[in-house]
């Protein structure tokens, strides 16, 4: 890891630590270096502005003083192409044109340098996204998840036969190279996956979804995980 990475490491991790703050033989360990190199990278990090504390003594530790002035945002040019990479690949995915005007917002306030360097490198990164859906009707599904109100939906399923159907938006799923909507079906009275490409029309209803959840869409594949889990 070169050392602009595991300054930027460096502070993501003082910053998850909170007020207990993290030793600095934990950040030597995690960032795989010595306790002397640390304590270097904690000097710069200091020197640049960041709000570093110590507290010494044998239970010493590190942190980032909660409030202290930092930089809106602190990536390096790999993990700001990463965060491009990731909305480009994903072009149809839900909520996609607010992920990339992020992403802009993020390129935004990158400090020249880094920002020069991941246009550079964003460059030799190249994807071939698949056409997307509607975007009306994407922005149906998302407004009716994230208000959580009862969907109206022409559905044509795989068998051709098509429906008109109120349905409560419990989750997005993505399988096999497409996007599903999983909601209680009224008409079914069941749980259901609707293909979000056969869905032909929606609208957003004045009705509150009356509480399922996703424990009752069933057990995720072993490979599933929410879109907030932290590596």
Known sequence: MKRVERLHALSEILRRSGRQGVSAGRLAAELEVSVRTIKRDLDALENSGAPVWSRPGPG?????????????VS????QAVALMAAVSAASDAPY?????AGVRKIMDVLDPKTRARAD??????????????????????EEAMAEQRVIRLRYTSGDGTTTTR??????????????????????????????????????????????????????????????????
């Not at 996609?96 to 990339?100: E, G, K």
């Not at 190249?126 to 509607?134: D, E, I, Q, R």
């Not at 259901?192 to 057990?219: D, L, N, P, Q, Y």
């Open 60 to 72: 010493g530790a590190y942190g980032l003083a909660a409030g202290g002035s930092l930089p809106p």
């Open 120 to 141: 550079a490198l964003a460059h030799r990164v190249w994807v071939n996204a698949l056409p997307s859906s509607s975007r009306a009707i994407k922005s149906v599904l």
């Open 166 to 231: 109120d349905v409560e938006p419990v989750l997005f799923a993505a399988t096999n190279g497409q996007w599903y909507l999983v909601g209680w079906c009224r008409l079914r009275n069941a749980m259901r996956w609707f293909t979000v490409s056969r869905i032909e029309r929606a609208s957003v209803t004045k009705t509150a979804c009356s509480g399922h959840g996703i424990h009752e869409v069933g057990e995720p594949p072993a490979n599933a995980r929410p879109v907030h889990g932290r590596g």
């Open 96 to 100: 996609a044109d607010l992920a990339a």
């Open 75 to 78: 990536l390096s040019p790999a």
